[in-house]
């Protein structure tokens, strides 16, 4: 079991490391037998260490689609290394100064859909198996989206106690990250006043900072963000531009009409080929 386990685990930082940044120092791996259900989770404090619960998911409905349990699992929690021990900038000054005190994480801040979602989206791109390809949250979508309960991004969260509750960051984060991936490929320009780099990706303070064309934009901001930013969107030349959930206002949309824009108001997973209905 054990050179089994180590094979996976360092099969998945290899793949994991052709994606992210690698992480920092040596990251343990703990495995538990003695409880009856399938499960794992990952701490970057003190050090970085991931466990898994070694009972397989046979239970599991959101679990059932994988190729090997450890593999699919070692994968979703090696990811949340990659992506929480990260700290640049003020973060990794105070770091240096503090060690790695628990506020000090700046991805731990990160929303459930998003933390959730990279890892569930790593679990199913990088085996054969994984949540995105499973039934299980393909239901919960078409039933949202056919029930008029679509959430808003700060809905798909740990916090909202609503139907289905803690599958949500799961399922909806997922998701978003796979039509991301599908529609734009690696080519993903993050665009942030305050960060240099967000999920491993350099940042950008506005869309005219950034070299080459631009094919679409995807607003995850407040409706008051998206006015000071809507008339750059419309210099650069982005045709495409995606109001999504919680991101709209009557002011935004006429404010990007008076600019010749025409934005999609809808969560912009369902842009291309990806229609909940038909998941």
């Not at 599991?60 to 992506?83: K, N, P, Q, S, Y």
Request: aromatic residues 10%.
């Amino acid at each position: 079991m054990i050179p089994a386990t180590a094979r996976e685990a360092e099969r998945a930082y290899a793949a994991l490391a052709g994606e992210l940044r690698r992480p920092r120092g040596t990251i343990d791996l703990v495995l538990y037998d003695n409880v009856d259900f399938p499960n794992g989770f990952a701490n970057v404090i003190p050090s970085n260490r991931i466990a898994v619960f070694l009972t397989p998911p046979a239970g599991e409905i959101g679990l059932a689609r994988h190729d090997d349990w450890m593999r699919l699992v070692i994968t979703h929690e090696l990811t949340h290394i990659f992506h929480l021990d990260r700290a640049d900038g003020v973060w990794g000054v105070f770091q240096h100064v503090f060690g790695r005190a628990p506020l000090l994480f700046p991805n731990t801040y990160r929303p459930g859909w998003v933390v959730e979602g990279l890892a569930t989206y790593y679990e199913s791109a990088l085996t054969a198996g994984g949540r995105v390809r499973g039934a299980f949250h393909s239901q919960l979508l078409t039933a949202a989206a056919r029930s008029g309960s679509w959430p808003v991004p700060g809905e798909a969260n740990f916090t909202n106690a609503r139907w289905p509750a803690a599958a949500a960051p799961y399922a909806w984060g997922s998701r978003f990250f796979a039509w991301e991936a599908a529609t734009h490929g690696d080519t993903v320009i993050p665009i942030n006043l305050h960060e240099r780099e967000i999920e491993g990706l350099k940042a950008y303070r506005s869309v005219l900072d950034v070299p080459g064309s631009i094919d679409m934009a995807s607003f995850y901001v407040p409706p008051d963000i998206g006015e000071l930013v809507i008339e750059d969107v419309a210099r650069k030349g982005i045709a495409e531009v995606w109001l999504n959930p919680g991101a709209e206002s009557d002011a935004l949309i006429a404010r990007a009409r008076a600019l010749h824009l025409e934005p999609i108001v809808a969560c912009s997973i369902v842009g291309i080929g990806q229609n909940p209905y038909a998941l």
